[in-house]
């Protein structure tokens, strides 16, 4: 089983200032027949689903704020929110689907400083 | 617009079963692969299983093998989450959700708003 880390476990960041999120797999999840990275990013608030940030590590999904951005390869990957907002206080979660079981990392908590 | 709404939840006892369904609207349900995921309360997202767009590929993890079986009606946009011998630690809120394509091997784009069940005595 391929087993996700995120750290921090959580932070504060000021209005307007850069968030960073780092995630790891134990094994790589760039498959080689595509190039692609199979990792997800995910944003939850609480009392809603988790909603689609990014895929294939650095995709942005369609309507999300270009403020958001991942990137990374192999095993290391990074979600930034490059000016945080109000609205962007929530768990963040990574989750790779190279190989079931298709893992989470244990989320990370971004407040306002 | 995508909708999927869960339902099915709630209490039931140790060693005791529930079917939790998927109402899926607003797309082509056959062409996707879906997946159950859940999250125990104040705690972080596992997921669960998932089922190709034909039904003919289902994955679980090790924590429900045996005695989950998720399963789709194509026919009914329906997707099925059969759970049996349940236990304390499987309390948690289910989420339904779409996947990008109709690998099991996708992204989770879209989810629902999520069903509690509830095992306790």
């Known amino acids: 089983d391929i087993a996700m880390t995120q750290s921090p476990d959580s932070l504060a960041v000021s209005l307007g200032e850069r968030a960073t999120i780092n995630c790891k797999s134990s094994q790589s999840v760039l498959h080689s027949s595509n190039s692609k990275n199979y990792l997800v990013w995910y944003q939850q608030k609480p009392g809603q689903p988790p909603k689609l940030l990014i895929y294939w590590a650095s995709t942005r999904e369609s309507g999300v704020p270009d403020r958001f951005s991942g990137s990374g390869s192999g095993t290391d990957f990074t979600l930034t929110i490059s000016s945080l907002q109000a609205e962007d206080v929530a768990v963040y979660y990574c989750?790779?689907?190279?190989?079931?079981?298709?893992?989470f990392g244990p989320g990370t908590k971004v407040d306002i400083k | 617009e995508v909708q999927l709404v869960e339902s099915g939840g709630g209490l039931v006892q140790p060693g005791g079963s529930l079917r939790l369904s998927c109402a899926a609207s607003?797309?082509?349900?056959?062409?996707?692969?879906m997946s159950w995921v859940r999250q125990a309360p104040g705690k972080g997202l596992e997921w669960v299983s998932s089922?190709?767009?034909?039904?003919?590929?289902?994955y679980y993890a090790d924590s429900v093998k045996g005695r989950f079986t998720i399963s789709r009606d194509n026919s009914k946009n329906t997707l099925y989450l059969q759970m049996n011998s349940l236990r304390a630690e499987d309390t948690a809120v289910f989420y339904c959700a779409k996947a990008t394509t109709a690998s099991c091997y996708a992204a989770s784009q879209y989810w629902g708003q999520g069903t509690l069940v509830t095992v306790s005595s």
């Open positions: 607003g797309f082509s349900f056959s062409s996707y692969a």
């Open positions: 089922i190709s767009d034909n039904g003919g590929g289902t």
């Open positions: 989750q790779q689907h190279y190989s079931s079981p298709f893992t």
